[in-house]
């Protein structure tokens, strides 16, 4: 990930990629700046992309030791702030649309995300160990609150096995066929919803979908299986 980051904050310094560093002044710099359609948290890592190339390249004597403070005269832009994209949920007419092609390994597979709530790559990183017949295991979660029990519900069971889930390029390109206007991570925030809409208890929907709490009284409560598949039913 963090090369990947790398190499997305490079791409915004196209415009420099066919110079040589040595030709590459402040002018330069400043105009790149200005015209990068980005929000200020993405200039603030081209910045220190470009000062670990500066770096570099002192080490390497291409440049002199005074262009580590290149950055330090510039005129930093303020940016616009990127709207972020509204969480959306899946309507009744999409999860219709899902189940008319339950047959499809995609639908299906986009169907268990929509009835569990489970994140991309829990499902994609399951086990045959940590599946049982109404209930997953999720290990070496990010947070602690991720490391937990998934129920699998009736309408879950009935559309497994799954017997392998795809890349997320691969998966994201087959799910906008049957809902183009939505993203896979909206599957998770519908299943919250839904669980929310037939009045199931916030601290058991927590425990489900992996949710932090700051209630010490709730993290001291723990939530059985068998409340969990009552809830996980109810949709």
Partial sequence: NTLKGYRIDYGHLAPLHDMRIKDIDRSDLQKLYNKADVSQNTLRKMMQLINMIFAYAVKCNILPISAL????????????????KSR??????DIRILWENKDNDYARIALVYVYTGMRFSELQGLTPDRC???YVEIVDA???AGNRIVPLSDKVRSLLPIIEVPSRTTFERH?????????????????????VKVGVDDRIIKAIVGHKTNDITEV??????????EAANKI
């Fill in 69 to 84: 403070n290149i950055n330090k005269t510039i005129n930093v832009p303020l940016k616009e702030s990127k709207k972020q």
């Fill in 142 to 144: 990010k947070t602690p």
């Fill in 175 to 195: 799910f906008k066929y049957f809902l183009p206007d939505h993203y896979i991570h909206e599957t998770r925030h519908t299943f919250i919803s839904m669980l």
């Fill in 220 to 229: 001291y409560t723990h939530i059985p299986l068998d409340v969990m598949l």
């Fill in 88 to 93: 959306e949920i899946l309507s009744d007419d």
């Fill in 132 to 134: 049982h017949d109404n």
